[in-house]
């Protein structure tokens, strides 16, 4: 079983910045490709970003390109998501997620990860 705990969500002022941590419980935590999602009231899950096993490769959405990044620590087995310059529009629930099939390419499809996070909440005020 894989545990993945989200931490570092809060209220945030637009242009401000957080910083998401993932803590992965479980040994095979490095062989696995790693993803952030987020999720607005109303609204379908949608990609944020992903990371390879390796953290050689990553992706973003092209909403977030030049502002967050996606980075990972594995011998913490941990994920992170730094936001900068944030919007109002970047309020939701934040999840990360671990991509099933180890060493297998990181995607901005939800259904091809097997194991997820509780979330953490993001709000961004004008």
């Known amino acids: 079983q894989v545990q993945l705990v989200e931490s570092g969500g809060g209220l945030v002022q637009a242009g401000g910045s957080l910083r998401l941590s993932c803590a992965a419980a479980?040994?095979?935590?490095?062989?696995?490709?790693m993803g952030w999602f987020r999720q607005a009231p109303g609204k379908e899950r949608e990609f944020v970003a992903a990371?390879?096993?390796?953290?050689?490769?990553?992706d973003y959405a092209d909403s977030v390109k030049g502002r967050f990044t996606i980075s990972r620590d594995n011998v913490k087995r941990t994920v992170y998501l730094q936001m900068n310059s944030l919007k109002p529009e970047d309020t939701a629930v934040y999840y990360c997620?671990?991509?099933?099939?180890?060493?297998?390419?990181?995607?901005?499809?939800?259904?091809?990860?097997?194991?997820w996070g509780q979330g953490t909440q993001v709000t961004v005020s004008s």
């Open positions: 997620a671990r991509r099933e099939g180890a060493f297998a390419a990181g995607t901005d499809r939800p259904y091809e990860y097997d194991y």
């Open positions: 479980g040994r095979t935590f490095s062989s696995y490709a």
């Open positions: 990371i390879s096993w390796s953290g050689g490769s990553t």
